[in-house]
């Protein structure tokens, strides 16, 4: 009924910068919050930032002032713009939506994930 799709993941050096980005699509009347985790080998999948569908966002305190989230209503995307990037921001990154279909019941979906990497 929805598909979530990332894009955007890759390898950057050190102090470098990535932005990943999201598309939902399908049975959506409308989309609530969307949001970026991400799961590092050996550890629990953690939130990083969500955003409001009026634009309120809220970030891990491990990524505040270098992470900025944003996202395209009119679109169904998310952004996660990632600067100053560090060796331990290296995970997995999944992209996670929560929305009304067009049925009104509630759904919440997540995509299948983007590898971030920050090695020299």
């Known amino acids: 009924q929805v598909q979530v799709v990332e894009s955007g993941g890759g390898l950057v050096q050190p102090g470098g910068s990535l932005r990943l980005s999201c598309a939902a699509s399908g049975s959506i009347l409308r989309i609530n919050i969307m949001g970026w985790y991400r799961q590092a080998p050996g550890k629990q999948r953690e939130l990083v930032a969500s955003?409001?569908?009026?634009?309120?966002?809220n970030y891990a305190d491990s990524v505040k002032g270098r992470f900025d989230i944003s996202r395209d209503n009119a679109k169904n995307l998310v952004f996660l713009q990632m600067n100053s990037l560090k060796p331990e921001d290296t995970a997995v990154y999944y992209c996670?939506?929560?929305?009304?279909?067009?049925?009104?019941?509630?759904?919440?979906?997540w995509g299948q994930g983007t590898q971030v990497t920050v090695s020299s």
């Open positions: 955003i409001s569908s009026g634009g309120s966002a």
């Open positions: 996670n939506v929560d929305v009304t279909l067009r049925t009104y019941l509630p759904r919440n979906y």
